[in-house]
């Protein structure tokens, strides 16, 4: 062995494992808001729908939306609404802090959460402060809804039995979403 072949190989590994790590991050990071991809979601769900079934804990699934984000990106243009998209993922994500809860961005002005530990209610109520937290950014909006950007938020908590499918609780989330936007927006609508 000649020492300065090995240390220049240990510092190419070195080098190879940060790299991949970096690649991993952003493969699984949504580059406007910094906060988790759908990819992400979709393994993480994965894992924490399993343990919530093994353990019978409850599990939470919720969808949320900008509402009239069209308008919004119509009136005041696409960068505006870039920052609309990171400022709400911020206030939003900040809340879910916890190794077992995932906030990410969907698609779009759409955002997803799983979270496992609280039952319905406790869920709802976390969920209203939420929304209520990305309505006191008072950022402001030409909506009909509201002078200020605020979200609609579709959510269901359940304890997973064996059989039960995650898709199957996410559409209902999505159907709950779509009702708090057929009822007025800017509410949280629950299924528990």
Known sequence: FHPLIVKARVNTHIKLYQ??????????????????????????????????????????????????????????????????????????????????????????????????????????EFLKTIRQAVEDLHIPHCSPVSQWVTVSVGGVSLIPKVGDSYDTYLKLADTMLYDAKRLGRNRVVWSY
């Open 19 to 124: 790299y991949r790590k970096q690649v991993e991050y952003q493969s699984m990071t949504d580059q406007l808001t910094g906060v988790a991809n759908r990819r992400r979601h979709d393994r993480f769900s994965a894992i924490k729908w399993l343990e919530a079934s093994r353990l019978q804990v409850p599990f939470s699934v919720c969808m949320f939306d900008i509402d009239k984000f069209k308008l919004y990106n119509d009136t005041f243009g696409h960068p505006a609404g870039d920052q609309v998209i990171s400022a709400v993922a911020k206030t939003a994500s900040s809340y879910f802090q916890r190794s077992m809860d995932l906030f990410a961005r969907y698609g779009g002005e759409e955002f997803i959460a799983v979270f496992v530990g609280s039952d319905g209610h406790n869920a709802f």
